[in-house]
């Protein structure tokens, strides 16, 4: 059977994956192709890639599963949100609903779209309700027989928070909290009112957070004695006057760009511990309702690390599996994977180990590309010893190899690399490459058998989606890398299942003694990770990387 998942709700992160015998072949999101990040239109490249990739035709499809309901779910919620006065029924909201539903009846939810790109399929189409997708794109990949699910997100058709319990390859739906009770959207509109961008920029109150201190009192917005937590809507949400009830607690809402006060510190600070607490709560009620102590974590609340990494530290699970593409692009997996459960069936349920789940270029396509740009570039027996010791003499480098990771984080295929012992490196790389914001740290990849070493917990983290304290002792062995809390988000990297990279961290443990380096995503802010050679060299040469190795060839500048 060939599944083809995909989400597409014309919000954020449309992505595309293909599934063939209960396996996952292969997944990419739209923004890679597109080069636009975040990019919400319909997966046509994507999906384009999928098919190309597992060299299958549109007509050969057996299921094209999209992870929402079909259309009109969302825009009943919405009225009967209205009716019950959840939602402020204003022109504007009730004009934008109208609108949504309009646009996803007249496309039925991107099946005319796939249609006019791929022409007729004689694969059934399926809706899967959006909070069931993020729940299998959870266990379905977390290897458990059994566990605790937990969804959280801004929103579903009408989710915002879910439960459900994983056994034997079967999910049962434990319970629901509707939208607009979210923490997702708590946590949206706290970002858009320190400055920053919804759905994107959550990374940087997260970042911020720890810089701020304790004391502002959020119990206008939410209730965290309430179990397992109550969102106070008509603070969060803007009605009319935006971000009226934020603006009357706590002064005028940042202009995006302008500088950080201390006041924005501390709401970062407190908005990130009344999620850390949410999510402890939801998950203790998980544990509770399921009887099962495996922890499978999906939805964009999900990729908050920190949080994450408390919940793994706190005891109250004795595993935790958070799927690495959390947010929305990580439901087409789950939908992709629907149609197992059809008649009694199981889910194939096994371990992701990786994320390396995109397209590659082998070096004759590479060096075609650095040919038609007339660059000068030395091939090398050995990129990850060349690599290694250019990063041990503190060069910055990009590093292009193999296939490109499914997911927000760069793990050692698109990425940038650079010294961790260097307490300037940080300075150094966002000034040079990332031209971000100060307070954002920088995370490590580790030698999975020597993570035990520097990181008190975490250490069986390989999508650095979790974070982790940093050894007390270590944390001016690796300044570069660790957090002004003593935190770190560290990727653990096998040898098994990435030899090149995991050799590229052996080699420069044998220059250095330490057995880590500095890891961030391969793109400049604002822009989605490289995908293609030409997006990497566009990349290299827009900015202070020192050289790029991709994939046998070392380009110097
Ligand atoms: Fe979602």
Redesign the pocket.
């Known amino acids: 059977m060939i599944t083809l998942g995909i989400n597409y ?1 014309q919000t954020h992160d449309s992505s595309a994956c293909l599934v063939r015998d209960g396996d996952l072949v292969f997944a990419v999101a739209e923004e890679r192709i597109s080069r636009l990040k975040h990019d919400a239109r319909f997966p046509q490249l994507a999906i384009r890639a999928c098919l190309e990739f597992a060299k299958a035709r549109a007509e050969e499809l057996d299921e094209v599963c999209f ?1 929402w309901p079909a259309p009109g779910a969302l825009f009943w919620h919405d009225l009967k949100c209205y009716a019950l006065r959840r939602l402020v029924p204003t022109r504007a909201n009730v004009l934008n609903s109208t609108r949504y539903y309009a646009s996803m009846w007249h496309q039925q939810g991107g099946a005319r779209r796939f249609e006019q790109h791929f022409g007729r399929t004689k694969a059934r189409v399926r809706y899967v309700d ?2 069931l ?2 729940a299998i794109s959870a266990y379905g990949y977390s290897g458990f027989d059994d566990a605790a699910v937990v ?1 959280m ?4 058709a009408w989710e915002a928070t879910s439960i459900w319990h994983g056994h034997g390859g079967r999910i049962e739906h434990v319970l629901t909290i509707p939208f607009p009770d979210s923490v ?1 959207l708590f946590y949206s509109e706290f970002t858009e009112y320190l400055g920053f961008q919804r759905n994107s920029d959550e990374w940087k109150v997260m970042g911020l957070a720890p810089y701020g201190r304790p004391g502002l009192n959020l119990g206008a917005f939410i209730d965290l004695d309430v179990t397992p937590y109550r969102v106070h809507t008509k603070s969060v949400v803007s009605n009319g006057v935006p971000f009226a009830a934020m603006i009357a607690a706590f002064g005028p809402r940042r202009e995006p760009e302008s500088g950080i006060e201390e006041r924005h510190k501390n709401i970062a600070y407190a908005v990130q511990e009344a999620c850390e607490t949410a999510m402890m709560n939801v998950v203790r009620l998980a544990v509770e309702k399921t009887g099962s102590k495996n922890l499978c974590l ?3 609340v999900a990729l908050n690390s920190k949080a994450n990494g408390k919940i793994a530290a706190s005891g109250i699970v004795d595993k935790i599996f958070v799927q690495p593409a959390a ?2 692009d ?2 087409a997996l789950g939908a992709a994977l629907a149609p197992y459960l059809d008649n009694g069936g199981k889910l194939p349920v096994k371990a992701m180990r990786h994320a390396y789940l995109g397209p590659a270029f082998d070096d004759d396509a590479i060096e075609t590309v650095l040919k038609t740009y007339k660059l000068r570039y030395t091939r090398v027996n050995d990129v990850a010893a060349a690599a290694a010791e250019m990063l041990s003499h503190g060069k910055i480098l990009g590093w292009f190899q193999g296939r490109m990771e499914f997911g927000p984080r760069a793990l050692g295929s698109r990425s940038i690399l650079a010294d961790p012992r260097d307490p300037e490196m940080n300075v150094k790389v966002n000034n040079a490459v990332k031209f971000r914001e100060w307070w954002r740290p920088f995370a490590p990849s580790f030698k999975k058998e020597a993570a035990g070493e520097y990181l008190e917990s975490g250490t069986d983290s390989p999508f650095m989606i979790l974070t982790a304290q940093v050894r007390r002792e270590k944390r001016s062995v690796i300044p570069a890398v660790t957090h002004v809390d003593g935190s770190a988000r560290p990727q653990t990297v096998e040898r098994e299942i990435n030899p090149l990279y995991w050799r590229l961290i052996d080699e420069f443990e044998k220059h250095t003694g330490v057995p880590v380096i500095m890891n961030t995503s391969f793109n400049l802010r604002g822009e989605a990770i490289v995908h293609t050679p030409t997006d990497a060299i566009r990349t290299f040469f827009s900015s202070g990387m020192d050289a790029l190795v991709i994939g046998s060839f070392i380009v110097e500048k």
């Open positions: 709700s992870g959006h909070h997708a993020h969804v997100d801004g929103r579903g997702g999906a939805g964009g947010s929305d990580g439901v």
